[in-house]
């Protein structure tokens, strides 16, 4: 059995596929790699397929109709034969010396026999122009929120700080914690990484922080997903992931204080971005769409409304007419460094 399955999700990515793998293959036959080719139209299937004739012990191919970023999450969830598993984007890459810390880490606990659910590490913003050079990085870290060391559980766990939640590119999950609670994230829907780190977190019991700068998070694409003008065109996406991921739990039923605040506030940063964006658009069916969304959740849920809707942010959030709007524009930075946009 593999040690740790690597996912790639690929769509028409020709252009930055062989630089992501040069990062990934020196894993060895540790790892599994799995190229999901998600209905590209350009080289990609090509270039998927002649990785796994070169490396036939690491690299799988897998090739299925378009399904958007999630689903090929899910394809790669399915697929994945690795004890762990982590999703690594074609436009993204690992750390080497990084990448050697955490298959030792993997390898120690395994030869041990040792329960792992989460392990998490840091992750780097690696903003470049639009000739490729690199502009500025940035590490996301939480030196301040979790123990180091030693495995933990939520109970152990400090305050988050504001842009440092644990996002998608911060997480290996244990494979059969994915499998067992039968994650499925949405077809043809971005912004789906944000369920990837919400719906298993009540499963996850044992964690550990390794405090390293493992994965480099590329930004600055004009056609990135979390570029601001691209939010804005998909602002009904982002809509759907806010209204999955508030209906994925009952909130005031989870024991555990620290879990449960940590989602909270989770769920209140996607309120934040979705309203945000909303107000940018700033048209007469954008404001619309924003009742809509807050009276939907109203009516499933009113004491969890109630608990975003009367916080300071959800006060902020709703205020009337343009004062109103010129401060939910200034909750525009929030968004920004919660999801790492330009």
Same mark, same amino acid.
């Given at each position: 059995?593999?040690?740790?399955?690597?996912?790639?999700?690929?769509?028409?990515?020709?252009?930055?596929?062989?630089?992501?793998?040069?990062?990934?293959?020196?894993?060895?036959?540790?790892?599994?790699?799995?190229?999901?080719?998600?209905?590209?139209?350009?080289?990609?299937?090509?270039?998927?397929?002649?990785?796994?004739?070169?490396? !036939?012990?690491?690299?799988?191919?897998?090739?299925?109709?378009?399904?958007?970023?999630?689903?090929?999450?899910?394809?790669?969830?399915?697929?994945?034969?690795?004890?762990?598993?982590?999703?690594?984007?074609?436009?993204?890459?690992?750390?080497?010396?990084?990448?050697?810390?955490?298959?030792?880490?993997?390898? =120690?606990?395994?030869?041990?026999?040792?329960?792992?659910?989460?392990?998490?590490?840091?992750?780097?913003?690696?903003?470049?122009?639009?000739?490729?050079?690199?502009?500025?990085?940035?590490?996301?870290?939480?030196?301040?929120?979790? !123990?180091?060391?030693?495995?933990?559980?939520?109970?152990?766990?400090?305050?988050?700080?504001?842009?440092?939640?644990?996002?998608?590119?911060?997480?290996?999950?244990?494979?059969?914690?994915?499998?067992?609670?039968?994650?499925?994230?949405?077809?043809?829907?971005?912004?789906?990484?944000?369920?990837?780190?919400?719906?298993?977190? !009540?499963?996850?019991?044992?964690?550990?922080?390794?405090?390293?700068?493992?994965?480099?998070?590329?930004?600055?694409?004009?056609?990135?997903?979390?570029?601001?003008?691209?939010?804005?065109?998909?602002?009904?996406?982002?809509?759907?992931?806010?209204?999955?991921?508030?209906?994925?739990?009952?909130?005031?039923?989870?024991?555990?204080?620290?879990? =449960?605040?940590?989602?909270?506030?989770?769920?209140?940063?996607?309120?934040?971005?979705?309203?945000?964006?909303?107000?940018?658009?700033?048209?007469?069916?954008?404001?619309?769409?924003?009742?809509?969304?807050?009276?939907?959740?109203?009516?499933?849920?009113?004491?969890?409304?109630?608990?975003? =809707?009367?916080?300071?942010?959800?006060?902020?959030?709703?205020?009337?007419?343009?004062?109103?709007?010129?401060?939910?524009?200034?909750?525009?930075?929030?968004?920004?460094?919660?999801?790492?946009?330009?």
């Amino acid at each position: 059995m593999k040690l740790l399955t690597i996912t790639v999700p690929s769509y028409n990515s020709e252009a930055y596929l062989d630089r992501c793998m040069a990062t990934l293959l020196p894993g060895g036959d540790e790892v599994e790699i799995l190229i999901v080719d998600d209905g590209s139209t350009d080289r990609t299937a090509e270039i998927a397929d002649e990785y796994e004739r070169k490396y !036939p012990n690491i690299v799988r191919a897998i090739h299925k109709e378009n399904g958007g970023h999630g689903d090929a999450v899910t394809t790669g969830i399915r697929n994945a034969t690795g004890l762990f598993f982590k999703v690594v984007d074609s436009d993204d890459s690992l750390a080497p010396e990084a990448y050697k810390q955490v298959l030792d880490f993997l390898r =120690r606990i395994v030869k041990k026999n040792h329960e792992l659910d989460m392990l998490i590490s840091n992750f780097v913003y690696d903003r470049h122009d639009e000739n490729g050079d690199v502009l500025r990085q940035k590490s996301i870290d939480y030196r301040k929120t979790l !123990p180091r060391g030693r495995f933990f559980s939520w109970k152990e766990i400090g305050k988050f700080q504001t842009g440092h939640y644990l996002l998608m590119h911060a997480v290996i999950y244990r494979t059969s914690l994915l499998k067992g609670i039968n994650l499925t994230l949405p077809k043809h829907t971005f912004y789906v990484d944000n369920i990837y780190v919400y719906k298993p977190f !009540p499963y996850v019991r044992v964690m550990y922080y390794l405090d390293v700068d493992f994965y480099m998070y590329y930004t600055g694409r004009e056609d990135q997903s979390v570029n601001q003008q691209v939010m804005m065109k998909r602002i009904d996406q982002q809509d759907r992931v806010n209204r999955i991921i508030f209906d994925a739990f009952d909130l005031e039923k989870i024991s555990n204080k620290k879990l =449960r605040s940590y989602l909270y506030s989770y769920l209140q940063i996607m309120c934040t971005v979705t309203t945000v964006h909303y107000a940018l658009i700033n048209t007469e069916d954008s404001k619309q769409k924003k009742e809509a969304l807050w009276s939907y959740m109203k009516k499933e849920n009113q004491t969890m409304w109630r608990h975003l =809707r009367f916080s300071a942010q959800g006060i902020a959030l709703n205020l009337p007419g343009k004062v109103g709007r010129a401060i939910v524009c200034r909750g525009y930075g929030l968004a920004q460094r919660f999801f790492g946009f330009s």
